[in-house]
Every structure is written in C-alpha cells, then in structure tokens.
C-alpha cells in the first residue's frame, strides 16, 4: 500500500470510530461474538425470504445461495469470521449439510489458497459443534 492509501485508510477507520461514538458510546466496545448470540439464525421463511425466491423468483434458492456465500468468503480469507459463523448457520437452517458446506469450502481452497480454506474449515468445525452441544442439550 501506498502512503497515502495508508493515510486515507486510517481516517477511514478514525471516521467510522468517530461515528460509532457519536451514536453510541457503547459501540466502541462492542463483542461481535456476543451479538451471535443473541440472533444466531433467522428462521426458515425469513432466510427464504431474503436469499432465496424473493430476488430472484426463478433463480437460486436460499440453501443454494449461502452455499454461494461462503464459497465467496472462505476465497476472501475467512476474515470475517463473525459473518462466516453466521452464513454458516443459516446455510445449515436452510438445508444445507455440514458435509456440502465442508466440499464447498475445501472447493474454494484452490481458488483463495490453503491458508483460507483451513481457516473457514475450523469456523465451520465450530459452528457445527455449536449446533450439535445445543441439539443435545
């Protein structure tokens, strides 16, 4: 990067803070993790709703559209594990089996390097934990 990429950047992110105090100190400090878990998945309809028949009446279904999803995060790193985490679940709500979501990911592997795949394969892996602790529960 640049220097100026590097500064314009860094105000980027001091603007945002800036705004995120500015409507709610609290922000600040936000836990992305702790907000999971107060909304880990929409239901069904809603997930039909918006990822699938809504947009595109005779296109992809929502199951097939968080499958797409992240195939496209896993390529981007898996840097955005809160969101991944997410996308994973609602994959899973959506019909999707840990088994299509791990070929997905390990498919991706060739297109955004070893290093995201394995990242994406471990979200996965907790996400799939998570969701066989709560049915047991």
Same mark, same amino acid.
């Given at each position: 990067?640049? *220097?100026?990429?590097?500064?314009?950047?860094?105000?980027?992110?001091? %603007?945002?803070?800036?705004?995120?105090?500015?409507?709610?100190?609290?922000?600040? @400090?936000? *836990?992305? #993790?702790?907000?999971?878990?107060?909304?880990?998945?929409?239901?069904? *309809?809603?997930?039909?709703?918006?990822?699938?028949?809504?947009?595109?009446?005779?296109?992809?279904? /929502?199951?097939?559209?968080?499958? $797409?999803? $992240?195939?496209?995060?896993? !390529?981007?790193? /898996? @840097?955005?594990?809160?969101?991944?985490?997410?996308?994973?679940? @609602?994959? $899973?709500? /959506?019909?999707?089996?840990?088994?299509?979501?791990?070929? !997905?990911?390990?498919?991706?592997?060739?297109?955004?390097?070893?290093?995201?795949?394995?990242?994406?394969?471990?979200? /996965? #892996?907790?996400?799939? %934990?998570? %969701?066989?602790? %709560?049915?047991?529960?």
């Amino acid at each position: 990067m640049t *220097d100026a990429f590097q500064k314009m950047f860094q105000q980027m992110l001091q %603007s945002g803070q800036e705004m995120a105090r500015a409507f709610n100190p609290a922000l600040e @400090h936000m *836990d992305t #993790q702790a907000y999971e878990k107060l909304f880990p998945t929409m239901s069904s *309809d809603m997930l039909e709703m918006w990822f699938g028949k809504t947009f595109n009446r005779d296109g992809l279904d /929502a199951r097939t559209r968080l499958l $797409v999803t $992240v195939a496209a995060m896993t !390529v981007q790193g /898996a @840097h955005a594990e809160p969101q991944l985490r997410l996308t994973i679940r @609602h994959a $899973v709500q /959506a019909g999707a089996t840990p088994r299509e979501i791990a070929e !997905v990911i390990y498919q991706m592997g060739m297109f955004g390097g070893i290093p995201a795949m394995q990242k994406a394969l471990e979200i /996965a #892996q907790g996400v799939f %934990s998570e %969701s066989e602790g %709560s049915q047991t529960e």
